[in-house]
Nanobody
Framework: VQLQASGGGLVQAGGSLRLSCAAS????????MAWFRQAPDKERDFVAA???????YYTDSVKGRFTISRDNGKKTVYLQMNSLKPEDTAVYYC?????????????????WGQGTQVTVSS
């Protein structure tokens, strides 16, 4: 599956953005999808995942502010980000894992999108 992320931009603290990740291929519904992010000079970290069979997971710092969802008919996963903070500034990457449950392990994801920049100003 090939992934194309979009929706990043510049927003003030407290604002909202919705990221989208469009996938190609016929078996999108069998992929666990996730968002990771990488801030300047930092490692890439897990943000959120939605399991192919159901269930969503979030890193603690975004719980209650971010929502991951998917539309299997449109082969797209979304990340709705509300109450954004300057520390959310990063390049956001979507990733796909075939029938996977290793939600926060980068090496478990075989397919990655190109990344979209999110910048939150204070």
């Amino acid at each position: 599956v090939q992934l194309q992320a979009s929706g990043g931009g510049l927003v003030q603290a407290g604002g909202s953005l919705r990221l989208s990740c469009a996938a190609s291929g016929r078996t999108f519904s069998s992929y666990t999808m996730a968002w990771f992010r990488q801030a300047p000079d930092k490692e890439r970290d897990f943000v959120a995942a939605i399991i192919w069979s159901g269930g969503t997971y979030y890193t603690d710092s975004v719980k209650g502010r971010f929502t991951i969802s998917r539309d299997n008919g449109k082969k797209t996963v979304y990340l709705q980000m509300n109450s954004l903070k300057p520390e959310d500034t990063a390049v956001y990457y979507c990733a796909a894992q075939w029938l996977g449950y290793s939600i926060a392990t980068m090496s478990a994801y075989s397919n990655w999108g190109q990344g979209t920049q999110v910048t939150v100003s204070s």
